[in-house]
Structure formats: structure tokens, C-alpha cells
């Protein structure tokens, strides 16, 4: 399309180009990701045709990936999920019933009522996946509809996704930062606006351009290196990024605190700090100095197999560029030890005054005071049904207030053990957890088949809606729904332009459940009327329209932006300088994490299952798996459906080990093996990664096969390949965040027609599973319950 084109309808939301009807909007999940892009959509005759990115978009200015540009391959997919479906025969055996909404939603009433009656609210537990367009209205179903605190991510262990680093940023900053690549600024990329472009950029356990995660779109990286930005790269793995960077630390998977720690040692000792900003901004520089006085880049060498003059050359270019940037990735949440390496990074920005300066680590929060999210509605709960939300034992989850939702692992084992009250129903709103989300795939497989009544809310059907579910909702998809975000900046619409059967918007979902239940909670009757409410209530007057007919026209809003808040007053609700923490500063040494009994300073702490803390299971066991890495083509356990460009290019479970790692295991490229250990196992086929260390392996996650039989055993092959076969649910740090995605151990041998008889498949649904043995001291899988 030439630039004439877009330049003629420069400014209109909406035009005729021929046959198609073009709306100017934007997208999010599902199916997608975490960011909401800038885009252009061609319906004709109500169907979705055709997706382009908006160049006129500031967010991502015109680019997508393959996951947007392949969006009309699933709306239109006849494999979705088109009408509510009831269960008709046993929970596994995939026979349904269709029926209408009524009949559904008299079923949720009664049985709501029932719990309720029998039970209290507080049995009843929602979910939702990760980076979902219902962040908040799944989270306002289960506190203003089911009246219940506990909401929480599908099972993901430590609520390691984003909440450690969200944690020790709060608690550490009293605020949230991010690398300054210009994204606040409608501006992009204008020196009018204050911005600079960082010297050095470190990409840290984060494939940005492959990931996009977290609101970050990885593409304003490559813009700042087309713009003369060096980068550090710190991934086990030679990434796009890592070959294009000034260094590469290939750490060992889960010792990032350790490196952390050295690069703060290196920039102390050599005195390459920010004197004045440490000075002035900094609380506990002293005692932070002395903590990593003995993290020589010597000693964090051995523990994390990267040259120890590489860690020096990394952390001296970090700490002399002006100004610099850290972008830090889901695999620092993914370790028992996240809080403090978050800490230890954290600290990174601090010490070099690289904190809301322009091109820095800047301070953002959602645009015109927008706080939806998983705690959007828990101020309905009355203190006594508050006081019950899973996780309590868990204090910077709970009294602290760093957590808004319940914790994964304690729903699980009140699933499992009834305490301190049952569960009696769960419902899942785009979540696969024995696909993806759940660390223990076939433990949480034993507990989900013991919940009286179970949910399942989304786009496909999937494993999990097939193993437990009493009834399955279809979910309206991106282009589906009218809808609101505000995740930072910008404000931002999206516009349903087509209609799938008989889908609906979770905005419209929880509006028709919540009306039944709690009517009061719910003053609007659909998506539009929640939206003009959350323009009304929940936004300041700064915001330049006031209905969504007017912002859906507009498409985004950029609110005003000003560097060095910390320094005008800007933070603190006393609108005195300084930072939004007990001592108004950043606090190195902290004491919001001493108030609660742990350690105030960031360290390392090897991880439970590796070659050093575990070596007798090592000589079983002796590669280092890694988890999780991302892909162009899925995120986490979507897109997998066949025929679909996805699958095409990507049609089987990767698995990745170093030349000589496959040569020693007897494999070659693209040959089918079992990965295994003391937990359980799954098969993967191998791809040769020659810049891997050969003592670790990289598995991918998510993986289910939908053009396979749904049916138990089976169950659309989903535990045939899951890594999560062999990761350890309720294994968590101490404050209750972070859970080991990211480091086990494991060994790898080829698939033969002997080893292959009976699949993961058949052993969790017919011969119960892997990990029987449970450790009551820990709700751990005892190590060698079944492989010792």
C-alpha cells in the first residue's frame, strides 16, 4: 500500500476502501499478547478479512508480528468455540450438550447460590492467562459478582510473571519503571519531547523482539540501536539481540542475582557510581556496598559460567554510558530467588542515576490515574472476606498489599486439601493451565478433577475445558469486542468490527453473570455502558473524551508526561520531592521487605535443583533445564490450531541442546527424544543450538495438538510434550514470589518404539501420573518419588 493511501485517510477511524470497510482501532488478546498494537481492519460483509498496522499508531507506528497479521486465521477458524456447551458425559470424555446463555447463566446462578448457601464465597476461585484483554473484568467478577478474594493467575507457581519484579519495584521505588525507549511520548522519538536515546541498552533474561511482553514492544529496541544504542544481552542462548550486542552474558539459567551481584561489586569498587544521585535519592548505599563487597566478577564466574572479564567489560560500559537502560525479561521472575534479583537490577539503575531521567529507567503508571487491574473491585469485599484470600501466610502478598490477587500455589493445595476451607468451584477465563500455567501439569490434572464445578470461558476448546469442565462459554476474540485499555500509556480503544456465532466479550460476560448475582455492583447494562463508567469513575478529568462513541474515534490518548517526578514533587501523595517510600528515597537497603521479616538487601542463593545444590540427583540427572523461551509464532499455548500459518511454520515441540550435548545423547537434528527426571517426562524433537553451554537444554512450553483426538487419554496429546511434566509446583521463595520455570535438572535420550509405549498421556489420565509421593513438609514432589 503506498504512503498516499494511509496519508488520505490521515485522522478518519473509519472509511470505505472498495468492498471493505476500514476501521482504525487496536488489539489485544486473545488471541495476541501482552502489548495492544496500533491497527487497521478489513471486514467485508461483517467478516474479517484482512489486519495491517497503523502507521499512523505512535505505539508500535505501523509494524506488527505474524500473530496479529494472521488474526482473520482464528476468528474465522471453524474450530472455535461458537455457542455455551454443558457437559454431557463424564469430565474426559468430550461429549456436550449445546445450550443457550439463559440456560448458562441459571446454571452459574444456581450453583453459585448453592456455594454460597453451603460454603461462603470465598470457595470459589477465577483464573485468567496471562496478558489477557480481562485483566480486570475477570478480577471484578470474582470480587463484585462472586463476592469471593480469590482471584489469581491459572496456577502459575510463585505468581512468577511480572509480580516479583512488580513487588521489589514497589517496595524498593514505591513505583513502577521500564526502559526509556520514548514510548510515553505521542512524539516518538523527538528530542522536542526532553527525550535521549540511550548510550547502552541491557536486554536482561528478555527476547524482547520475539516476546513483546509486558507492554514493551520489542521493536522501539531496534529502533534505539538504528539510533546508535550499544546493548548487553544476558540470555543462555544467542538471541537476534545477544549477536547484535557489545557483550553477551551467557549465564546459567537461574543465577542472574549472582551476576547482578558482581556488576554492582564492579561498579562500587571502581567507583563508577553516581555520587550525587546516591547521595541525595539513595537510602543504604553503605550497607548495599558491603553486601556485595565479596561478589567479585571472579566468584559470580563460577557460579554463572561467564567469563569474569565480561562481567567487568559489561558493567563498566553500563555504569559510563549517559544515559543507559535496563529491559528485563519474565526469566528473572522464574527462579525461587526473584524478589532479590530484582532487587540486585533494581539496584543497577539506582546507583548510576539512571531513575526517570530521560533515556533511564523512568517511572510510569497507567494513564489519566487508571488503576484497573487485579484489584479492580476487591474494595467491594467486606475486611472479613478480604482477610480469607489464599496466600495470607504469605505477608508482602497479603497485609503489605504487593499482590492483588490470591496466590496460585495456595488455591492448589486448598484444592488438594480442603485448608483452610474447600474449593467448590473454579472458573477459567482464557487459561490452558495443564497446558501451560501450571507448574506441576499432572498434579494439578489429580485436583482439578476433584472440583465440584468448573467453568471454562474461551476461544477454542481446550485440554483443560475437555479433563474439567462443567460447562464452556465461548469467548469473543480482539476484533469481537468494544473495549478500553490502559496498561501505562497510552489510553487506547478497540472497536468490534465482526460477530462469531455466538461469542461474547468478557466485558459483556461478567456484566450479565454480575447482574444476576450482585446487581448493585453493576450499574450498565454492556461493554459500552462499563466503559462510559470507567471513563466517569475510574479516570481524572485530564482524559480528553468522556464516552466511548467519542473514543473510539479518537483511537488513543497520550496523557502528559515530565521526567525527574522524584524532584518536583511529583511522587508522594505530601507532593514533597523525593520517592513514595517510608524514607523518600530508593531504597537499596529495604525496609518495607525488613518490616516484614526478610532480608532488606538483595543476594543470591543457588537454586534448589542444580549441579551444585543437588549433586547426587546431578549424576542422574546432569543437564540444566531451561523453560519457556518464546517464539515468533505462539504465545504461551495459543495458536496452535492446524492450518494455520503458526503451525505451518512451527508444527512440532523444539527442544534445544549444544552440538556436543546431542552427540553425547545419541541425537541429531530432528529427532524425537525424551527429556526426564525425577518428576516425570515428555518428548520434544531436537533442534542443534550451537551457542548453547553444553550443560544446558532449552524446552518450550505450552505445546498441546488440536487436530488430535480430544478425548482422554489423549486429551489432545497435551502431557505427551509438556515440559511442565517435570517442574515442581508450590516451590516458592520466601516471600512467596518466584518458583524454579527456570532452572531443573534433567537428561535426554532418544525416542524408541520400546520407551514410547506408554505415553505421559496415558500415565497421568489412566495410571495417576508422575508425582504421587507429596512431601507434606512442603507440598513438594519428593525427589525420586517415581524416576529415583
Known sequence: MSNDYYESHRGEWQWQDGEYTVTRTTAWSGPGCHDGCGVLYYTKDGKLEKVEGDPDNPFNQGALCMRCLEMPEFVNNPTRLGHPMKRAGERGENKWER????????????????????????????????????????????????????????????????????????????????????????????????????????????????????????GWIVDCMQRGSKMITIDPSLTWLASRSAYWLRVRPGTDAALAMAMLNVIISEDLYDHDFVAKWCYGFDELAERVRDWTPERAAEVCWVEAEDIVGAARLYAQA???????????????????????????WA????????????????????????GYGYHLLPPEVQAKRLGAEFPLMSRAGYSSSAHADSVLKAIETGEPYPIRMVWMTSTNPIANMGADAPRLFRALKSVDFVVVNDLFMTPTAIAFADLVLPAAMSPERNSQRCWWVPNRTLTKVTQYEECVSDDDLVTMVGKRLHPENFPWDDNVGWINHIFEHETNDELPYKSFEEAQKVVWSYP?????????????????????????????????????????????????????????LA????????????????????????????????????????????????????????????????????????????????????????????????????????????????????TGFGAPYANQLCRVYPCTEENSRVLPGEQVTRRGGYSKVIDESNGDVKVGAIYG
Open 619 to 734: 549424576e542422574k540427572y546432569p543437564l540444566v533445564l531451561t523453560t519457556g523461551a518464546r517464539s515468533f509464532e505462539f504465545f504461551h499455548s495459543e495458536h496452535r490450531q492446524e492450518g494455520t500459518t503458526s503451525r505451518e511454520l512451527h508444527p512440532d515441540p523444539l527442544f534445544e541442546m549444544s552440538p556436543a550435548a546431542a552427540e553425547a545423547a545419541g541425537l541429531s537434528e530432528g529427532d524425537w527424544a525424551w527429556i526426564e527426571n525425577q518428576r516425570g517426562r515428555c518428548r520434544q524433537k531436537l533442534h542443534v543450538n550451537p551457542s548453547l553451554d553444553d550443560r544446558v537444554v532449552r524446552a518450550e512450553h505450552g505445546w498441546w495438538f488440536p487436530e488430535t483426538e480430544g478425548a482422554e487419554p489423549n486429551l489432545y496429546g497435551v502431557f505427551d510434550s509438556n515440559i511442565n511434566n517435570l517442574t515442581p509446583q508450590c516451590e516458592n521463595g520466601d
Open 322 to 348: 549517559d544515559p543507559a537502560a535496563i529491559q528485563w525479561g519474565l526469566k528473572l521472575d522464574q527462579t525461587t530467588n526473584a524478589t532479590a534479583t530484582a532487587c540486585a537490577v533494581n539496584s543497577l
Open 351 to 374: 546507583i548510576t542515576g539512571n531513575v526517570d531521567n530521560p533515556g533511564g529507567n523512568i517511572i510510569i503508571r497507567n494513564a489519566f490515574d487508571q488503576n484497573l487491574s487485579y
Open 560 to 616: 502528559a508526561f515530565t521526567y525527574l517526578k522524584h524532584e518536583k514533587g511529583l511522587l508522594r501523595p505530601d507532593g514533597q520531592p523525593g520517592f513514595n517510600t517510608p524514607s523518600g528515597r530508593i531504597e537499596l537497603y529495604n525496609t518495607n521487605l525488613m518490616l516484614w521479616g526478610y532480608d532488606p538487601l538483595p543476594d543470591f542463593k543457588e537454586p534448589s535443583c542444580s549441579p551444585v545444590s543437588s549433586p547426587e
Open 99 to 218: 445450550v443457550s446463555w439463559e440456560e448458562a447463566l441459571d446454571l452459574i446462578e444456581e450453583k453459585v447460590r448453592a456455594i454460597w448457601k453451603d460454603y461462603g464465597p470465598e470457595s470459589i476461585v477465577c483464573h485468567i492467562g496471562t496478558g489477557r484483554n480481562n485483566c480486570d473484568q475477570i478480577p471484578y467478577l470474582c470480587y463484585a459478582a462472586f463476592g469471593s478474594p480469590n482471584f489469581s493467575m491459572g496456577y502459575l507457581a510463585g505468581d512468577s510473571c511480572f509480580c516479583p519484579r512488580s513487588a521489589s519495584m514497589a517496595s524498593q521505588n514505591g513505583d513502577f519503571m521500564i526502559a526509556d525507549c520514548s514510548q510515553q511520548f505521542e512524539k516518538r522519538y523527538d528530542e522536542s519531547t526532553g527525550w535521549r536515546c540511550p548510550e547502552v541498552i541491557v536486554n536482561w533474561g528478555c527476547n524482547a523482539v520475539v516476546s513483546n511482553s509486558d507492554n514493551f514492544f520489542g
